[in-house]
């Protein structure tokens, strides 16, 4: 009887602090909505808060009559804020969570999503659609493969005897990377003037042509990753304790790094290949992540795919809005960025991974 007792009492701090992180959770996304909700309003034409939200309203419920609504209000609140916020979101959780996957995995706390060479190999894609006006593929399309290909290229390349160890891995996505990044610049240095700042423009990261397609297209393939990633979260606890753990605990290291890398690569390659290279977000979030909540991914990579849509739909809302001409959101991204990395470097960093 004293043992049931005592069992009974200790598991009761586990399941309140289980509890509390759920409710830090739900504090997030009532955030994510506010911020959502504001980022609506604002913008360079000054439309009255309930235009904003009777106009998104009349869209969202079944049976609206959208004729009554104004054609401007519609066409600047619907078809140009809606979409970009949407995917603004949508590359916020999917950076983000890559992020965590690759730090997990790599057990790593300063691992980010373009560590396997993804963003090099886009960057090549892009970059040869643009100086090559009648390539095969379109630029969207020709980054993404040339994102998968890098990564394919390192992963390959790091392969020994059925293995893939960590420093391998790390190292030839430096070397890919680095062989795509000089195609980069063999391409600028060909390039014309009206290409090359193209070029850097696409580079510097922004959601200035995001549309509905983009969110049919992104928003389905990030929702659907994070969930197959949050239902083998425990999986990627397992792994993040080491190779060796994780085969005493029956699990195949191997085969679970293999599909959480594809996931990361799927979900970067299309962020990047739809709004250019945005830096810092997948470096930054799951560390402020496992600040608030723990190393758990149970919990972790929620957290940090809610941090990363606010803090894209935030710094999105800044790129439109401080001043007359649009700032590229990957020059935010890094302003906002480098500092808070410091930040942790000096403070909590080290102690909240471990």
């Not at 909700?37 to 000054?46: E, H």
């Not at 392969?159 to 160890?165: L, N, Q, V, W, Y």
């Not at 496992?290 to 935030?314: E, S």
């Amino acid at each position: 009887m004293p043992e049931k007792q005592q069992l009974s009492t200790n598991s009761h701090p586990i399941v309140f602090h289980e509890k509390k992180k759920l409710g830090i959770l739900l504090v997030l996304f009532f955030f994510l909505l506010m911020v959502v909700a504001i980022a609506l309003v604002q913008g360079a034409y000054d439309i009255p808060a309930l235009e904003v939200y009777k106009t998104v309203i009349t869209h969202i419920l079944p049976g609206s009559n959208i004729n009554g609504i104004n054609k401007l209000y519609n066409t600047i609140i619907w078809e140009i804020r809606t979409p970009r916020i949407l995917v603004s979101i949508a590359v916020g959780i999917a950076l983000a969570v890559a992020g965590a996957i690759y730090q997990g995995c790599f057990r790593n706390p300063l691992v980010e999503p373009y560590i396997l060479g993804v963003e090099s190999g886009a960057a090549f894609g892009a970059a040869l659609a643009i100086v090559i006006p009648s390539f095969i593929f379109s630029l969207q399309l020709s980054a993404f493969l040339f994102g998968i290909i890098a990564v394919f290229g390192a992963y390959l390349l790091a392969r020994i005897r059925g293995e893939t160890p960590v420093i391998m891995l790390i190292l030839s996505g430096v070397i890919i990377g680095s062989i795509f990044t000089a195609f980069v610049s063999i391409l600028k240095y060909i390039s014309t003037d009206a290409a090359l700042r193209e070029i850097v423009f696409w580079l510097m990261g922004g959601f200035y042509y995001t549309n509905w397609e983009d969110v049919f297209l992104i928003v389905p393939i990030v929702v659907g990753s994070f969930f197959i990633v949050w239902w083998l979260s425990w999986k990627l606890n397992i792994l993040s304790m080491g190779d060796e753990e994780a085969k005493t605990l029956g699990v195949n290291p191997e085969s679970y790094k293999a599909v959480f890398i594809i996931i990361a690569t799927l979900i970067t390659a299309i962020s990047v290949s739809a709004v250019g290279v945005i830096a810092w977000v997948g470096l930054m979030m799951p560390h402020a992540a496992r600040m608030i909540l723990g190393p758990d991914h149970r919990f972790m990579l929620p957290a940090a795919a809610l941090l990363g849509a606010i803090y894209l739909v935030l710094c999105d809302t800044l790129a439109r809005t401080l001043t007359s001409a649009e700032i590229p959101v990957g020059i935010l991204t890094s302003l906002i960025g480098a500092p808070y990395l410091l930040y942790l470097i000096r403070s909590k960093g080290r102690a909240s991974f471990q």
